[in-house]
């Protein structure tokens, strides 16, 4: 069975190509490489080309029978900023992907989400019937993109999984993959950093409601959102219908427990300052991820300890070979 990896040179998509592989599959992975690094493509076929070139998948989409899709920008205040990027890959060409997807006969359709979905949840721990009111041009690109699927299922038949993930983090065991963003914005590989490389941790918001007064958030570690790829695909092979599902830990850790467990991981301090909040974070964002456990049989094995320990192992790789 061959699955096309939309996305797959990047972070969640290269691990998700592992796991495929590591359970029997033939992963291909479709990437451009403007934002994803051909070395977490090693071991893989690489298309090289653009979600936006529908000659080029349409003849990838041939030798395929499934789709898993990351090719999204995925910075908020990015999308924020310039709305018209994020509309013009994650809407309009992830569009067209759907498209050249139904017309290559193809009817198992995996699909990244995120729980920027839901802006600022009425209810935490968050269930998918949350209502779904993103806050940011980034939440509502992928909540479009929800949108079409839902409707193509109606209309063509497409199965499919949409994935609300919480904040992806860790790395694979192997060394050979893991978190390359170029800026790097992301809590734990900047807590990590701010141990050795001279930078400083800003805090973003000491005066949230919360028992230390910064945010909490869902770290879920990526293989195991990479395994809950794999089992949403068996899901829909087996005849399962389309769902959403959060993928989470449910379990929520505060900006200042990120730093002590980096701090656990490196034996060595963070340097912090404390800073204002960023505009758009929502004081507590924590999955309820009963649904997932109950439709693949799922569970999230890791918790934060073992995340940054792992994030931290992949950096001193990546330092080493740079
Ligand atoms: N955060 C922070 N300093 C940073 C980056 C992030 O305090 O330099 C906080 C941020 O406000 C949020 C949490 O860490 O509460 C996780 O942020 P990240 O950008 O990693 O993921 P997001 O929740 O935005 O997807």
């Not at 490489?33 to 003849?59: W, Y």
């Not at 958030?217 to 005849?239: P, S, T, W």
């Not at 219908?241 to 850790?253: F, H, I, K």
Request: net charge neutral; aromatic share 8%.
């Amino acid at each position: 069975m061959a699955i096309l990896v939309v996305g797959g040179a990047g972070y969640i998509g290269s691990h998700a190509a592992r796991a495929l592989q590591r359970a029997g599959y033939e992963a291909i992975i479709y990437d451009s490489l403007v934002n994803g690094h051909r070395r977490l493509t090693e071991g893989f076929e690489l298309i090289e080309g653009d979600i936006a070139d529908q000659g080029k998948l349409r003849s990838a989409l041939k030798r395929v029978d499934g789709v898993m899709h990351f090719a999204a920008h995925a910075y908020v205040g990015e999308s924020v900023q310039n709305p018209r990027k994020y509309f013009q890959n994650n809407v309009e060409a992830a569009l067209g992907l759907l498209n050249e997807t139904i017309d290559a006969g193809i009817r198992r359709f995996v699909f990244s989400s995120t729980c920027a979905v839901y802006g600022d949840p009425a209810k935490v721990p968050i269930t998918e019937d949350n209502p779904r009111q993103p806050v940011n041009p980034y939440g509502t690109s992928k909540l479009f993109c929800e949108f079409a699927l839902e409707a193509y299922d109606r209309a063509y038949g497409l199965r499919s999984a949409r994935l609300r993930y919480f904040n992806a983090a860790g790395a694979d065991d192997s060394g050979e993959i893991g978190e390359l963003h170029n800026p790097e914005t992301h809590l734990i590989p900047l807590a990590l950093a701010a141990t050795g490389d001279g930078s400083e941790l800003n805090i973003f918001g000491t005066d949230y409601p919360t028992p230390d007064g910064t945010c909490i958030r869902d770290y879920i570690h990526v293989n195991d959102l990479a395994d809950a790829h794999v089992r949403a695909l068996q899901h829909l092979e087996k005849g399962g219908e389309s769902v959403a599902l959060n993928l989470g830990t449910g379990r929520g850790d505060s900006v200042l427990d990120v730093i002590k467990a980096a701090e656990a991981a490196t034996g060595r301090t963070v340097k912090r300052k404390l800073g204002p909040r960023r505009p758009g974070d929502p004081p507590v964002l924590v999955a309820d991820a009963a649904r997932a456990q109950k439709v693949l049989g799922w569970r999230a094995t890791r918790l934060l300890p073992e995340i940054v320990s792992s994030a931290w192992k992949w950096m001193k790789t990546v330092q080493r070979s740079s």
